[in-house]
T-cell receptor, first 115, second 113 residues
Framework: NAGVTQTPKFRVLKTGQSMTLLCAQD?????MYWYRQDPGMGLRLIHY???????AKGEVPDGYNVSRLKKQNFLLGLESAAPSQTSVYFCASSHWGGRAYNEQFFGPGTRLTVL | AQSVTQPDIHITVSEGASLELRCNYSYGATPYLFWYVQSPGQGLQLLLK??????LVQGIKGFEAEFKRSQSSFNLRKPSVHWSDAAEYFC???????????FGTGTRLTIIP
């Protein structure tokens, strides 16, 4: 049981390049989330999904797109990377058992640098 | 809207000393409260959570937290810290019917010998 995994672990992009971050979970969780973590700002929600084929915007969605074609995968895309998107990106998942207090399980993170 | 405040950006304690990390939340109804720990270069791991019942909750690694509704607080405590507790700690709040959590900005804990 690997939990939540993220690919890649590190990436360096030039301004204007595109890339996709992959998140996979093997816990059969319904909900999945993408956060970015910046110094002094905690975790900010980018996009999230409450089930296969659904996505919703979080707190800071601009410049990102997401897709949830399979229940176990949640992709985060940057179409035209900007230096402001330099950050550490975390994926998380949680089980919806009819209760909102189920914990979120986090992946190890992807460190992205945009030059 | 729910919000979380962690007023201490950085705390330094001696190994073996007691620890208290502060967390204040803003939400009208009964919140669901969480403490996560992040070791350097790692993801976040749940320490403990509160959603109802006993206001003093026990977590992993010897941590506990107390929910105080009158103070809108959920402070994290440990009676004796170990060098391995050096990490960043995040408080988070959720609520019934909302699938999202709101995180505080974190408190970085340094342990000195």
């Amino acid at each position: 049981n690997a939990g939540v995994t993220q690919t890649p672990k590190f990436r360096v992009l030039k301004t204007g390049q595109s890339m996709t971050l992959l998140c996979a979970q093997d816990m059969n969780h319904e909900y999945m989330y993408w956060y970015r973590q910046d110094p002094g700002m905690g975790l900010r929600l980018i996009h999230y999904s409450v089930g296969e084929g659904t996505t919703a915007k979080g707190e800071v969605p601009d410049g990102y797109n997401v897709s949830r074609l399979k229940k176990q995968n949640f992709l985060l895309g940057l179409e035209s990377a900007a230096p402001s998107q330099t950050s550490v990106y975390f994926c998380a998942s949680s089980h919806w058992g009819g209760r909102a207090y189920n914990e979120q399980f986090f992946g190890p993170g992807t460190r992205l640098t945009v030059l | 809207a729910q919000s979380v405040t962690q007023p201490d950006i950085h705390i330094t304690v001696s190994e073996g000393a007691s620890l208290e990390l502060r967390c204040n939340y803003s939400y009208g109804a009964t919140p669901y409260l969480f403490w996560y720990v992040q070791s350097p270069g790692q993801g976040l791991q749940l320490l403990l959570k509160y959603f109802s019942g006993d206001t003093l909750v026990q977590g992993i690694k010897g941590f506990e937290a107390e929910f105080k509704r009158s103070q809108s607080s959920f402070n994290l405590r440990k009676p004796s810290v170990h060098w391995s507790d050096a990490a960043e700690y995040f408080c988070a709040v959720g609520n019934f019917g909302n699938e999202k959590l709101t995180f505080g900005t974190g408190t970085r804990l340094t342990i000195i010998p």
